[in-house]
């Protein structure tokens, strides 16, 4: 298992090749790419920062909880920091299993979790020559005591 | 004793910066950091209760500090 916030372009045939085992009848690649639009706005691009060391920490309890729950260890997620363009890979997870449904389960539980608590932010650019830090449905805003 | 705060995004962009050392008094939690956040220019802007990390570990407000601690200041994240 191997989480990375990396500053280049990710690699998606590599993640693949990371998770290969023959013991693996199913792997899922997820590839989160940047939309031309969002809340209806045209966007030209999205800087993305994060706090690395505990961005990476937290990527990679993710990936631990998954592998409880699902049952595989081969995963590997990697995130992408910096300005990225239309169609940029900001996001890749690469999970393999015996069986289609645990790797398809696994998959959906690494980004979800990674979208809900693991530190990252986007400032989305737009096409009328705004920027705006975003605020996504379902992230943590703070502890609830 | 010396505690620093680390911001990032739009809070970073409120303080206009992105990390501050703070002196704080012995035995001083997350919440008194904060207190002391909002007290700088630009500070008021920072919500009451942010989301804050300890050491790289999510952290609530009444976690109490000691000296080289890294507190983090955590705005709503957006990964993915």
Request: charge should be negative; aromatic fraction near 6%.
């Amino acid at each position: 298992m191997r989480a990375a916030i990396v500053r280049g372009a990710i690699d998606v045939a590599a993640l693949l090749a990371e998770v290969a085992s023959a013991s693996h009848g199913a792997t899922v690649l997820f590839v989160g790419t940047v939309r031309d639009v969002n809340d209806d706005r045209a966007v030209t691009g999205i800087d993305y920062t994060a706090y690395v060391p505990m961005a990476e920490r937290e990527m990679q309890r993710i990936l631990r909880e998954a592998a409880e729950r699902f049952d595989t260890d081969a995963a590997v997620i990697e995130h992408r920091i910096g300005h990225l363009e239309l169609g940029d890979a900001s996001v890749a997870i690469a999970v393999a299993h015996a069986r289609r449904a645990q790797a398809y389960a696994a998959s959906r539980y690494v980004l979800e979790a990674l979208k809900q608590r693991v530190p990252i932010w986007k400032r989305e650019a737009y096409a009328d020559g705004t920027r705006e830090w975003v605020t996504q449905q379902g992230a943590m805003i703070a502890h609830q005591d | 004793m010396t505690v620093t705060a680390l911001l990032f995004a739009s809070y970073a962009d409120v303080l206009g910066r992105e990390a501050v050392e703070m002196t704080l008094p012995a035995g001083a939690t997350a919440a008194d950091a904060l207190t002391w956040l909002r007290a700088l220019p630009g500070g008021d802007a920072l919500p009451p209760a942010p989301l804050l990390a300890v050491n790289l570990e999510y952290a609530r407000v009444g976690t109490v500090l000691h000296s080289g601690d890294e507190l983090a200041v955590i705005p709503p994240v957006a990964g993915g």
